[in-house]
């Protein structure tokens, strides 16, 4: 079939996984390659907001997501540089001096269709949602002001990529990475792609993209409280 991908990943030997491919798929027709549709960027036009009490909490939570581009497209590499400046070092533009959030968590979730950045942070004692959101929007506002220099990007870029060494050092998560590369950019090396797509990415570049999408406007925030803590959103 056209649109049939196969990774192989691990200890075998190329000609004798090819017998074993052939065995298991080549009898299977050949097809012409479907057509994808050219389907539209989904996108909000306010802030979408959601009080939830979940019961079986034990924290008041805040979360935030926004449409973000589809896995290897334009701007997709700036999204996975934002997310680790966000929250994945200690040196996040979320934890910073003042912060009012006990823990933060940034995470690009990415499919070749479109992609979604979600943060979820906890306020620390005493700190109402709504004085986090605020908190948090105007971090966020301030990296639109001043955005990261190259210091930073290469520090978020040697952080991704070594998370790109991690997840090839599991045969099935290897596999896994092989064949996003495979289907949406073609059959390259996932380092030196991933790098590339990195270094590229500059402080306006950035900029650019917070200014595009991720909006303070055009956003899902959930206020989740715990039965016992309603009143810590209001």
Known sequence: PANTWIAVAGDFQEPNASVLIDSYFGSLPAT???????????????EVHIDNVDPLAPRPLLM???????????????????????????ASRLRGEGTKAAWVEVEQVSTSSGSVLILQAEPLEGVTLEELKQDIDARLVGLKVVPPSDRDLDRATRALLTKTFQQMESTLSSAHLLLDVAANVGVVDPVSLQRGRYTAVTGASVRKFLESYLRLDQRV??????????????
């Open 32 to 46: 012409v390659s479907p057509v994808s549709p050219a389907l539209p960027d989904p996108a909000l036009h306010a």
């Open 64 to 90: 935030m997501a926004w449409h973000t581009p589809g896995l290897f497209k334009p701007f997709d590499a700036e999204a996975d540089l934002v997310t680790s400046m966000l929250g994945e070092s200690r």
């Open 221 to 234: 925030v959930v206020f989740s409280n715990p039965v016992t803590s309603t009143k810590a959103a209001q």
